[in-house]
């Protein structure tokens, strides 16, 4: 394991329009912003699986941690995501999945890629923020 051997592809789906988005880095650093039109935006972001002290983990420049396993990326929106004068100013915490032996076989090979999505309009019209429930599944290299 080691470089970049895992493509996480993240779909956030129908997100407010007007609003911008982007991937955060562990800098705080918008990268990617997209100003939302209403359809699903797709964020391709490089991570890579290594060996740590408990297991196999994610690790990367968009990757950040919490306790000892839990591994996540920032969707960023608003101001957040760099849009002055935004009435919104959130990001979505987007959870990675539990490495399983399959996912570390592929990424040996160089070819792992996760997708992943989760609706980008809350209940009251605004852009998801707090922890977003996604479901990874293993998609095309």
């Known amino acids: 394991m080691g470089a970049d051997n895992v493509s996480l592809r993240l779909s956030v789906i129908a997100p407010p329009a007007g609003v911008a988005h982007c991937l955060q880095g562990k800098e705080g650093v918008c990268v990617d912003v997209r100003m939302s039109t209403g ?72 070819g792992l890629a996760l997708e992943g999505s989760y609706q980008g309009t809350d209940a009251k019209g605004g852009p998801t923020c707090a922890t977003v429930k996604v479901e990874w599944k293993a998609g095309k290299a």
Do not use: C
Request: hydrophobic share 40%.
């Open 39 to 110: 359809k699903t935006i797709v964020f391709e972001l490089p991570a890579r699986l290594e060996e740590g002290k408990t297991g196999p983990r994610f690790l990367g420049d968009f990757v950040r941690a919490e306790g000892k396993s839990r591994r996540f990326v920032y969707v960023a929106t608003g101001r957040q995501a760099g849009q002055a004068g935004a009435m919104w100013d959130r990001r979505a915490k987007v959870d990675l999945p539990e490495i399983t032996p399959a996912m570390v076989k592929a990424a040996g090979r160089g």
